[in-house]
C-alpha cells in the first residue's frame, strides 16, 4: 500500500518560516516525481512546487519562487518544502503527491494527474 504522509504544519507570524516534510512508502521513490500542492478555503488547489527526486530538478510556481525550497533526501524517502518569508496568504493545507517520474521537471509538472495523495498538514500565517 503507498502512503504519503505529511508533517511540519503549524501556527507561524508573517515572515516566518516552516518545514514541511512528506515521506512516502510502498513506493519506488526515485521513480517518482513529487509535489506539493495547496488549497485553501473557497479556491482551487494550487501546484506550489515538484521534484524529481532522481535527479533532483525542481519547479516552483511564481507565488512562491525565492521563498519556498524543494528538496529530497532519498535515504529517508522523504520531500521537503522549507517555506520562508511567510504570508497570509501562504496559508492553506497542503498536500504532497507522487506521480511517475514525467522525465522532464517543469510548472507543467504541477498540472498532471498525480497517483497517489497524502493527507494534507495545515499551515496557517497570522498577520
Known amino acids: 500500500e503507498v502512503q504519503l504522509v505529511e508533517s511540519g504544519g503549524g501556527l507561524v507570524q508573517t515572515g516566518g518560516s516552516l518545514r514541511l516534510s512528506c515521506t512516502a512508502s510502498?513506493?519506488?521513490?526515485?521513480?517518482?516525481?513529487i509535489g506539493w500542492f495547496r488549497q485553501a478555503p473557497g479556491k482551487e488547489r494550487e501546484g506550489v512546487s515538484c521534484?524529481?527526486?532522481?535527479?533532483?530538478?525542481?519547479a516552483y510556481a511564481d507565488s512562491v519562487k525565492g521563498r519556498f525550497t524543494i528538496s529530497s533526501d532519498n535515504a529517508k524517502n522523504t520531500v521537503y518544502l522549507q517555506m520562508n518569508s511567510l504570508k497570509p496568504e501562504d496559508t492553506a493545507v497542503y498536500y504532497c503527491?507522487?506521480?511517475?517520474?514525467?522525465?522532464?521537471?517543469?510548472?507543467?509538472?504541477?498540472?498532471?494527474?498525480?497517483?497517489?495523495w497524502g493527507q494534507g498538514t495545515q499551515v496557517t500565517v497570522s498577520s
Open positions: 510502498g513506493l519506488t521513490f526515485d521513480s517518482y516525481a
Open positions: 521534484i524529481d527526486s532522481n535527479d533532483g530538478s525542481t
Open positions: 503527491a507522487a506521480v511517475i517520474d514525467p522525465g522532464f521537471i517543469s510548472t507543467m509538472t504541477l498540472k498532471l494527474m498525480y497517483d497517489y
